[in-house]
C-alpha cells in the first residue's frame, strides 16, 4: 500500500507541476491545442539533455506485419538493434504455417521463437498492443509475455481490469503498459490528465505514449510527456510528415513534425530508462532503410 500511495502522490504532483511549466511559459505549450508553429517541420534544435547511457532501442514488429516473424528478424540483423517488442498474431514461421503468436502456442513453439530471437543477438522485451476480455484472458497474457521473457504488456485496458492487471503483474513481475491511438480511439489513454489519473493507485501500471499519434491528434507531444513524468514504462517513437492530419504518413525521425529533440530533451531530463520502441507504419516491405535511419537518429542525438 505504500508503493502504490507514493505513486499517486507523485503523479498528481508531477501532473500539476507539468501544466504550470509547461502552459505558462513563454512558448505556450496546451497540449490540446494547435501547435503547429511550436512542433513544426523541421525541427533543428538539437537534444540538450543526453543520457549518461546509451538509449535502449526497440522495433515494434508490426512493422513488418507483412513478412513472418522469422523473416522480420533477419531483415532487422543490419539495423543494429538488440530488441523487439512483438505484437499478438504475427506467424512466426514457415516451417510452422498456422501459428500465430499468441497465447496457448506450445512449449516447444515457444522455445522456437526464443531460439530465433537470441540467435539473432536480440530479447523481447515487450508484447502488445495485446487485448483481454476476462482476468483469465489477463493472466493467459501476463504469463504468456513472461514465457517469452518480455516483462511489459501493451494494452488498451478499460480501467475497471486494472485491479485484474495488478494482481496479475505482480504474480508475473511484470508491467502493463497503457497504449492509446488518435482522438477516434474508443479511449482517452491520448490524454495525459487521463492516464495519470487512473493509473495512479496501481503501481505495475504506466503509461505507454505514442509521439506520432499525438501529433496526428493535434496534441503536443512535449507537453504530453512532460505531464507523464515518473509514469512512463515504455514510449512508440515515430514522426509523421504532417501536423493534425489523422491520414499522415510515417518518415524517419527528425524529418516530420514530431518535436523529436524536444521529446527526447524532456525524456532525458526525467531520466526515462525504458526502451525507445521504433513502429514505422509505412512503406510496407521496403521500410528497413527508415527503420535503421530511425535507429541511428537516436544513437546520435
Known sequence: ?????????YIMLGSCIALLT??????????????AGYEAKINTSKTTNKPTTPRKIAVQMWSLHDVTLEEAIEKLKPVGINAIECYPGQKISKKYPDVKLIP??????????????????????SFGVASAKNEKEIEQLCAFAKQLGADKVITEARVITFPAWQ?????????????????????????????????????????????????????????????????????HIKDE?????????????????????????????????????????????????????????????
Open 104 to 125: 496457448g502456442m506450445t512449449n516447444e513453439q515457444i522455445d522456437f521463437v526464443k531460439k530465433l530471437v537470441a540467435d539473432a543477438g536480440m530479447k523481447i522485451v
Open 241 to 301: 510528415d504532417a501536423y493534425g492530419n489523422h491520414y499522415s504518413k510515417a518518415c524517419v525521425l527528425g524529418q516530420g513534425y514530431v518535436d523529436i529533440p524536444n521529446v527526447l530533451n524532456e525524456l532525458d531530463k526525467q531520466g526515462y530508462n525504458g526502451y525507445f520502441v521504433i513502429e514505422y507504419e509505412d512503406d510496407w516491405g521496403k521500410n528497413i532503410p527508415h527503420i535503421k535511419a530511425c535507429v541511428d537518429y537516436l544513437k546520435n542525438n
Open 167 to 235: 494482481k496479475y503483474c505482480e504474480k508475473y513481475d511484470m508491467y502493463m503498459c497503457l497504449h492509446h491511438h488518435a482522438l477516434d480511439a474508443p479511449n482517452q489513454y491520448y490524454d495525459a490528465y487521463v492516464v495519470n489519473k487512473y493509473t495512479a493507485p496501481y503501481s505495475r501500471i504506466l503509461g505507454n505514449p505514442d509521439v506520432g499519434h499525438l501529433v496526428r491528434s493535434n496534441i503536443n507531444a512535449v507537453c504530453t510527456i512532460r505531464m507523464l513524468k515518473g509514469n512512463i514504462g515504455s514510449i
Open 22 to 35: 509547461a502552459c505558462n511559459s513563454s512558448q505556450e505549450c496546451k497540449c490540446f491545442k494547435n501547435t
Open 1 to 9: 500500500m505504500r508503493i502504490v500511495s507514493m505513486k499517486k502522490i
